[in-house]
């Protein structure tokens, strides 16, 4: 080429999550069964959707309207919907002009931290979720900035560091909660939401809160959203249907802007994002159109209540047999679907290995080891001898030696079985 191509900051683009399914491809195709615990999709584990709810879609389906563009903020009716629901909690009241689709979530965070000047950096937890650290990286050229989540603590982030580190560095002009949080399953207490209100309000920041898991709780919990709790704070709250319903494949997400009226720097980037999504002309049409249907449904309540019990019982499950292993830090989980298991220090080294008898995949997992990081070993190995796939927690940007696992196996003495295999290897890997 005759000039560079990438910008500096495409090289924080990093989603190990996926990553490592290159990884477990390869072992499969030299015949290893794998066991995916890396990825939240309810559907590839099994979820089965009630038949009412693919009534509606088969509905829709035969409605011409459902293959046409819709308003580029998204559906009316829809947004109309979300603005009852959201307003009934009390908190800001908004109008269906304070709602944007966006084509999944993901798509909504590309977006968001895109249009941030270069200099304007927005503080998350560690471990992040690696959509959100690797794009408001990206944009800014330069590692992420993030606070503490702690696991000695039950994961709640620490509120001292976090003010700390918006109060010293100007640039940071926002603050990203993930509430229930992937990929640690802790839900934060309320107490720990308005002091992070708080901060937001001493500096001037506005808040970002990432709520897709906010009807996955269980074990007793409550998640609180953000129009709860935000006051006169501007914020932006990330929603979306893959999780919720659980729909992974509709890519539908949305965000509400809370207090637009309250900062002139909040208004115009509100306008700027959905000035974007009209370049693009609008989001996908038909699972707008389901939105109301399914989560309006009397039979909805039941039927995430049913999915969350099922949840809390694999969680509980999961907790008695991996408790027993007394080199890990474990902190039973209360919402999403994901716990992140961290080695104790010093219980790693570069010398630990499992036994894999087949050669060539032998062979791939000693190479895949070269120079890596030690929780990323223990995962190859475990990769290799085992087939359970899951994801090191230093991936996630944090210093933490781990790994995350998924809730989401329906089928339970599947579930045993995988994480009885896993316990008795990480025995044998730290013995």
């Given at each position: 080429m005759r000039k560079k191509l990438l910008s500096e900051g495409s090289k924080e683009f990093k989603y190990e999550i996926r990553e490592i399914v290159k990884k477990?491809?390869?072992?499969?195709?030299?015949?290893?069964?794998?066991?995916?615990?890396?990825?939240?999709?309810?559907?590839?584990?099994?979820?089965?959707?009630?038949?009412?709810?693919?009534?509606?879609?088969a509905n829709l389906v035969r409605q011409n309207a459902s293959y046409g563009y819709c308003p580029s903020k998204g559906v009316l009716k829809t947004r109309e919907f979300l603005c009852e629901k959201t307003n009934a909690l009390g908190g800001p009241q908004i109008t269906p002009d304070d709602i944007l689709f966006?084509?999944?979530?993901?798509?909504?965070?590309?977006?968001?931290?895109?249009l941030l000047d270069i200099t304007s950096r927005v503080i998350g937890p560690s471990p992040a979720y690696s959509t959100h650290s690797s794009a408001e990286a990206a944009h800014a050229n330069a590692e992420p900035i993030t606070y503490r989540l702690d696991p000695s603590n039950h994961w709640y982030p620490d509120l001292e560091e976090l003010e700390n580190k918006v109060k010293y560095n100007p640039n940071i002009v926002g603050i990203l909660i993930i509430n229930p949080d992937n990929p640690t399953g802790m839900v934060y207490p309320l107490e720990h939401l308005k002091k992070m209100i708080q901060i937001a309000r001493k500096y001037k920041v506005f808040v970002v809160a990432d709520e897709i898991y906010t009807k996955i709780t269980y074990n007793g919990s409550r998640s609180y959203a953000l129009a709860e709790y935000i006051e006169d704070v501007p914020g932006?709250?990330?929603?979306?249907?893959?999780?919720?319903?659980?729909?992974?494949?509709?890519?539908?997400?949305?965000?509400?802007?809370?207090?637009?009226?309250?900062?002139?720097?909040?208004?115009?980037?509100?306008?700027?994002?959905?000035n974007a999504k009209m370049t693009e002309v609008c989001s996908t049409t038909l699972p707008q159109l389901a939105l109301p249907l399914i989560l309006g449904d009397s039979r909805y309540e039941a039927h995430r209540t049913s999915l969350n019990e099922r949840i809390g019982k694999r969680s509980?499950?999961?907790?008695?047999?991996?408790?027993?292993?007394?080199?890990?830090?474990?902190?039973?989980?209360?919402?999403?679907?994901?716990?992140?298991?961290?080695?104790?220090?010093?219980?790693?080294?570069?010398?630990?290995?499992?036994?894999?008898?087949?050669?060539?995949?032998?062979?791939?997992?000693?190479?895949?080891?070269?120079?890596?990081?030690?929780?990323?070993?223990?995962?190859?190995?475990?990769?290799?001898?085992?087939?359970i796939c899951v994801v090191p927690i230093s991936s996630f940007c944090s210093e933490l030696m781990g790994f995350r696992i998924t809730l989401l196996e329906e089928d339970e003495e599947e579930l045993n079985r995988i994480f009885t295999s896993l316990r008795d290897a990480i025995k044998e890997y730290v013995k």
């Open positions: 477990a491809n390869q072992l499969k195709a030299l015949g290893l069964p794998i066991h995916w615990e890396n990825i939240g999709d309810p559907i590839e584990k099994k979820c089965q959707l009630p038949e009412w709810i693919k009534d509606i879609m966006f084509n999944g979530m993901g798509d909504g965070i590309s977006t968001t931290y895109h932006i709250a990330m929603k979306g249907l893959s999780k919720e319903v659980p729909w992974p494949g509709s890519r539908c997400g949305w965000m509400e802007f809370y207090n637009k009226d309250k900062d002139p720097e909040f208004l115009a980037f509100c306008n700027a994002l959905d509980a499950l999961i907790n008695k047999i991996l408790s027993e292993v007394p080199q890990l830090t474990f902190n039973p989980t209360y919402g999403a679907f994901y716990n992140s298991i961290i080695f104790k220090d010093g219980v790693l080294n570069d010398k630990q290995s499992l036994p894999i008898e087949n050669p060539k995949i032998k062979a791939k997992v000693e190479e895949w080891c070269q120079g890596v990081s030690l929780d990323y070993r223990f995962v190859y190995y475990l990769l290799g001898a085992t087939g």
